[in-house]
Structures are given as C-alpha cells and as structure tokens.
Nanobody, 132 residues
Framework: QVQLVESGGGSVQSGGSLRLSCAAS????????IGWFRQAPGKEREGVAV???????SYRDSVKGRFTISRDNAKNTLYLQMHTVNPEDTAMYYC??????????????????????????WGQGTLVIVSS
C-alpha cells in the first residue's frame, strides 16, 4: 500500500530554484521505486528522477545536473530539489511509486517512461510554472 501527497509547487522565474516534497507512506518488504514524474500541457507524462530502495537514483537527461532527488526516511518524505529551472520545466509534477519493481525498473522509469506501462501509484500532483 502507498499514499503519496505532494507539495511545494508554485511559480518561479527562469534560472531560479524550487523544492518539491512528497509525504510518502509505504508498506512494502520488497524492491520498490519511488520518484518524480511530470506532465506538461499537451505532452505525455514522463519520468524525471527516481530513487531505488537501496538509495541509488536515476535521472532523465534533461534534468541531470540541475535536479536532485533525495529522501528522508525518518520523515517518510521524498524531495526534488530543482535548480536552474527553465520554461520547459513547466508541468504538473507527480510523486509516484511502484512497490513491485524488479531490478532495472527504476532507471527505466526515470529515463524512458512515457505514460504507459509500469505499475505506478500516483499522488495528486503539484503544479510548477517557470516564467521566462
């Protein structure tokens, strides 16, 4: 079982920073992936950054070096620190988890997911708007 609640979205100017948070209640004993996804208007939902049960993380190429995913297990919270944002980062950002992920799935979610496949449970989303 999983419950995910995102927060932290808002409006930011190009070049600025923003931190998203996801309160994550997970109940699993196996491997899992949890991470951030986004969907811009008129586009497919895509992976952004995903973290594995062992703490390893994967990113889509367009956010590498700008975004950092992290988690605080004591607070059951997942974060996405966003730096040097640009208008192309404007999207609804979702926290999502797959509680039955086999090895290699987390990297696939981050780099190749395009709206179909997988076994993700979603939060309600938080909107990020980057103005130029």
């Amino acid at each position: 079982q999983v419950q995910l609640v995102e927060s932290g979205g808002g409006s930011v100017q190009s070049g600025g920073s923003l931190r998203l948070s996801c309160a994550a209640s997970l109940s699993t004993r196996g491997g899992y992936c949890i991470g951030w996804f986004r969907q811009a208007p008129g586009k497919e939902r895509e992976g952004v950054a995903v973290i594995n049960v062992d703490g390893s993380s994967s990113y889509r190429d367009s956010v590498k070096g700008r975004f950092t995913i992290s988690r605080d297990n004591a607070k059951n919270t997942l974060y996405l620190q966003m730096h040097t944002v640009n208008p192309e980062d404007t999207a609804m950002y979702y926290c999502a988890a797959d509680l039955s992920a086999p090895p290699g799935t987390c990297a696939w979610y981050a780099r190749e997911y395009s709206g179909t496949g997988g076994a993700l449970t979603w939060g309600q989303g938080t909107l990020v708007i980057v103005s130029s």
